[in-house]
């Protein structure tokens, strides 16, 4: 192994060592919360868990509906807490949460909650990748994909929030990938947050508003209707509509040619 390689080698491992390292810290503040959680029976306490489908949030939902009337607050941070945690590492199971957030919460509380929770935990993995992610990528092979999406950037450089908010509704590229790829190339934070932030919302107002019918529904895809689905289409197109104005407008402000003019 020549020196070059031995250094890559190093630097991958350093990477994976702070990320184990930042995973279990905050790992750490999960437990502590958890921890520290009101008292109920045995039965209860072992429903306290990230739900892994429907039934588990279904019995979620019902101790921690209980235990909301008195203890809201340690319910709000228990959801926030974890919501962001998932985000930022980029664990399955916010759908899940942001469902039973529709159940646990007023419709704007829980809209609010799922957005800012959804925008923390993903500045959170545009921090970390920014941080650790260039030696990673290189590692699991993702820069091929992320040089393709570079160019879609590069393209859209003039709208970039806007470009960011229609990624966000559509699912052309998954979230974490969009989380883990941003500051590789050059998307700035500042777009990144406003993008995500109001990208997030049409898709957790579908899911937030399932949680309002949470023991009606058998699996999480009950919650996408063919209403639900058109509408967030519709939003993903009326994303857009802001950089097809701005485009004909400087299209209409071209010099005229007179040679082509009658």
């Known amino acids: 192994m020549d020196e070059a ?4 080698s190093n630097s991958h491992s350093r990477s994976l060592q702070l990320l184990v390292t930042l995973f279990l810290i905050s790992l750490s503040l999960i437990a502590i ?11 209860e306490r072992a429903s306290i868990k990230l739900p892994r489908d429907i039934e588990d949030a279904k019995e ?29 590492f980029a664990i399955p199971g916010s759908i899940g949460l ?14 609010l909650l799922v957005c800012t929770c959804s925008t923390i935990g993903a500045t959170n993995c545009y921090l970390l990748a920014n941080l ?25 450089k003039d709208h970039l929030i ?8 559509t699912p052309f590229l998954p979230n974490w990938f969009i989380n883990i790829a941003a500051p590789q190339i050059g998307v700035s934070l500042i777009p990144f947050i406003i993008g995500t ?27 996408l209707s063919l ?34 003019t009658d």
């Open 5 to 8: 390689q031995t250094s890559t």
């Open 33 to 43: 919360v958890f921890y520290n959680m009101p008292d109920m029976e045995e039965s």
């Open 60 to 88: 979620l939902g019902r101790v921690l509906s209980r235990y909301k009337e008195t203890h809201l607050i340690f319910v709000t941070l228990g959801v926030f807490t974890t919501y962001i945690f998932l985000q930022t």
């Open 98 to 111: 942001s469902i039973l957030s529709g159940f646990l919460f007023p419709f704007p509380l829980a809209l």
């Open 132 to 156: 650790i992610g260039s030696s990673l990528i290189s590692r699991f092979n993702f820069r091929d994909r992320i040089s393709n999406w570079k160019d879609k950037i590069d393209k859209h």
């Open 162 to 169: 806007y470009y960011i908010i229609f990624l966000r509704i």
């Open 197 to 223: 932030f109001c990208g997030v919302a049409p898709p957790s107002f579908i899911f937030i508003r399932a949680g309002t019918t949470l023991y009606t529904l058998t699996t999480t895809g009950d919650a």
């Open 227 to 260: 209403n639900s689905i058109l509408i967030t289409a519709l939003l993903a197109v009326l994303s857009l509509s802001p950089v097809a104005y701005k485009k004909w407008t400087d299209y209409r402000e071209l010099p005229v040619d007179p040679m082509h």
